[in-house]
């Protein structure tokens, strides 16, 4: 169990990550998670998501790819004990840079993420009823009145098409609503660019509807 003072300084700092948590799993759980208490895990595909993302929105590049074919000698084994990054293949170094070309064939999502006006990867900050909320948009658009245009958020899948079941499944609908509140934009679209992890790499667009991040609003009143 967590102490009082842990669980204040981790409520202090609010983030979407941190508020899906405790909605999920309750404040001492996500602490838990905060402090490395209990482990993350992820699936190879959300790791080529996101390294596919990051090189996107370019970043320091996250990963090398595999010098040798295997690690039967010497030099390979002391080439693979030397990296710091995480080690991908030929073949999932091409899957990376297929997803990032068909974002960016895709007008409208092309258009979203690096049209005028766009920034990538900001930091965002707000006090809101009290507390500290920061939140890292992965592409916003900024008006020339300096006002945020709209946030997007940049997701990858296997298939896209079931990407309004899995909003509901993951608590998009809290993102949406976070972002809007620390951005700002609660009268302005939040936009979700979908790319598929595996072929033929669709590519898509969504924006919030208005009840969906109604009901975000609806969850962080129960954190």
Same mark, same amino acid.
């Given at each position: 169990?967590?102490?009082?003072?842990?669980?204040?300084?981790?409520?202090?700092?609010?983030?979407?990550?941190?508020?899906?948590?405790?909605?999920?799993?309750?404040?001492?759980?996500?602490?838990?998670?905060?402090?490395?208490?209990?482990?993350?895990?992820?699936?190879?595909?959300?790791?080529?998501?996101?390294?596919?993302?990051?090189?996107?929105?370019?970043?320091?590049?996250?990963?090398?790819?595999?010098?040798?074919?295997?690690?039967?000698?010497?030099? !390979?084994?002391?080439?693979?004990?030397?990296?710091?990054?995480?080690? #991908?293949?030929?073949?999932?170094?091409?899957? #990376?840079?297929? #997803?990032?070309?068909? #974002?960016?064939?895709?007008?409208?999502?092309?258009?979203?993420?690096?049209?005028?006006?766009?920034?990538?990867?900001?930091?965002?900050?707000?006090?809101?009823?009290?507390?500290?909320?920061?939140?890292?948009?992965?592409?916003?658009? %900024?008006?020339?009145?300096?006002?945020?245009?709209?946030?997007?958020?940049?997701?990858?899948?296997?298939?896209?098409?079931?990407?309004?079941?899995?909003a509901k499944r993951?608590?998009?609908?809290?993102?949406? !609503?976070?972002?809007?509140?620390?951005?700002?934009?609660?009268?302005?679209?939040?936009?979700? %660019?979908?790319?598929?992890?595996?072929?033929?790499?669709?590519?898509? %667009?969504? %924006?919030?509807?208005?009840?969906?991040?109604?009901?975000?609003?609806?969850?962080l009143e129960t954190?």
């Amino acid at each position: 169990m967590t102490d009082e003072k842990t669980k204040q300084e981790y409520v202090d700092h609010w983030s979407y990550s941190s508020a899906k948590r405790i909605y999920r799993n309750g404040v001492d759980y996500a602490v838990a998670e905060q402090l490395g208490i209990i482990e993350q895990t992820y699936g190879k595909a959300v790791d080529i998501g996101q390294l596919a993302h990051a090189h996107l929105l370019g970043g320091e590049q996250e990963f090398v790819v595999k010098k040798y074919p295997n690690y039967l000698t010497k030099e !390979a084994r002391d080439w693979r004990d030397a990296q710091t990054l995480p080690i #991908i293949s030929e073949d999932e170094f091409n899957t #990376i840079t297929t #997803i990032v070309d068909r #974002i960016k064939s895709h007008p409208l999502a092309k258009e979203l993420i690096f049209g005028k006006g766009t920034q990538r990867e900001v930091e965002l900050k707000a006090r809101i009823e009290g507390k500290d909320w920061v939140g890292r948009a992965d592409v916003i658009k %900024v008006g020339d009145d300096k006002s945020i245009d709209y946030v997007l958020d940049i997701k990858t899948a296997a298939k896209f098409d079931e990407f309004k079941w899995t909003a509901k499944r993951n608590d998009y609908d809290l993102q949406a !609503a976070v972002y809007s509140l620390i951005a700002k934009t609660q009268d302005k679209p939040f936009y979700w %660019v979908i790319a598929e992890t595996v072929a033929p790499y669709r590519v898509g %667009v969504a %924006v919030s509807a208005e009840e969906f991040t109604e009901s975000g609003y609806r969850k962080l009143e129960t954190i």
